[in-house]
């Protein structure tokens, strides 16, 4: 196999994502079809499928041997790693898309014998394209991120989604709460793979969910990792990118309190058990 031009790559996938994010925008003033998926809030519009065809047919004729795992199910599926393979989200934030009409993103995240090679993540009414070629830096539309460093509990701004809050028998219910206590603030915005490009700008400390999908983490993680951030499942554990899992991902010395403070609550007898199913925001 012969080395591939990621900068050519990096190109190819900016216009492609600001292209569909121009046809996203012009959706919103037509009358969108929507309908449920597995529960009412969780949903699927025509542009969710459109968009995932349009990206899908630009890698397919562009990099035919690639594979890729999408959300709307056009895409090839994976069961392993091998090859490049493209984690896509056509729309991450379908509920904010169709009630808010902001706050959703184009998420990509392409990796390479299972290791993270670029991101791309778009967020589309506020044209910030936050993007990486690993190794090289990451950057918010032009403006390069910085390293992340450590910071306290005490003086952190933490994105919890209501996974950890809703009573789904998964978590207890008490696990998060002296870290909602202790920390400066918690956010939500509904949008895993920006929430993520957030805690990789530095606009948020840590980010906290119970059931995200390949899709909505691919991109983000990469971008994490290019500053410096780190990440794992709920209780510290190593991630599979192919699974649907917790995610915990947040700067440095941050990331191992939570981690170990959410393993101290399952060994005092507060439960947490992987979702594998349903859908839950
Ligand atoms: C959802 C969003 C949401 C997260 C859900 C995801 P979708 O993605 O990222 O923030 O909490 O778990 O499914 O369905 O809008 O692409
Ligand atoms: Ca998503
Ligand atoms: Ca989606």
Redo the contacts with the bound molecule.
């Keep these: 196999m012969t080395e591939r031009d990621w900068d050519a790559l990096g190109r190819q996938v900016t216009q492609w994502i600001k292209e569909a994010g121009a046809q996203l925008r012009a959706s919103l003033s037509t009358p969108l079809e929507i309908s449920e998926k597995s529960a009412h809030n ?2 699927v519009t025509n542009m ?1 499928r459109h968009i995932e065809k349009f990206l899908i047919g630009k890698i397919r004729a562009a990099y035919p041997e690639d594979r890729i795992v999408s ?1 709307e199910g056009f895409g090839d599926g994976a069961v392993d790693t091998k090859g490049v393979l493209w984690l896509l ?1 056509p ?7 169709v009630m808010q009409k902001r706050f ?1 993103a184009v998420s990509i995240g392409i990796y390479e014998e299972g290791e993270g090679r670029a991101a791309f993540i778009y967020d589309v009414m506020a044209d910030e394209l936050f993007h990486c070629i690993c190794g090289r830096g990451a950057y918010q539309n032009t403006k390069k991120l910085a390293a992340l460093t450590s910071v306290t509990i005490e003086d952190s701004l933490i994105d919890l ?1 209501a ?1 950890w809050l809703k009573p789904n028998r998964l978590i207890h219910e008490e696990i998060m709460t002296e870290i909602v206590k202790r920390c400066s603030g918690t956010r939500a ?5 920006l ?1 993520l490009a957030y805690v990789a700008a530095g606009y948020l400390d840590a980010y906290f ?1 119970m ?3 390949p ?2 983490y691919g991109a983000g993680l990469i971008l994490l990792r290019e500053v410096g951030g780190s990440y794992s499942r709920a209780e510290g554990q190593p991630l599979n990118i192919l699974s649907k899992t917790s995610v915990l991902a947040a700067r440095p010395g941050l990331h191992h309190f939570i981690a170990e403070h959410v393993c101290k609550q399952v060994q005092g007898g507060r439960f947490i058990r992987e979702l594998d199913g349903g ?3």
């Excluded at 915005?189 to 793979?193: E, F, L, Q, T, V």
């Design positions: 969780d949903l969710d959300e989200d729309i991450d934030g379908t509920l904010n898309f959703f989604s996974t915005y509904g949008a895993a793979s929430e969910t059931r995200l999908s899709w909505d859908h839950n925001h």
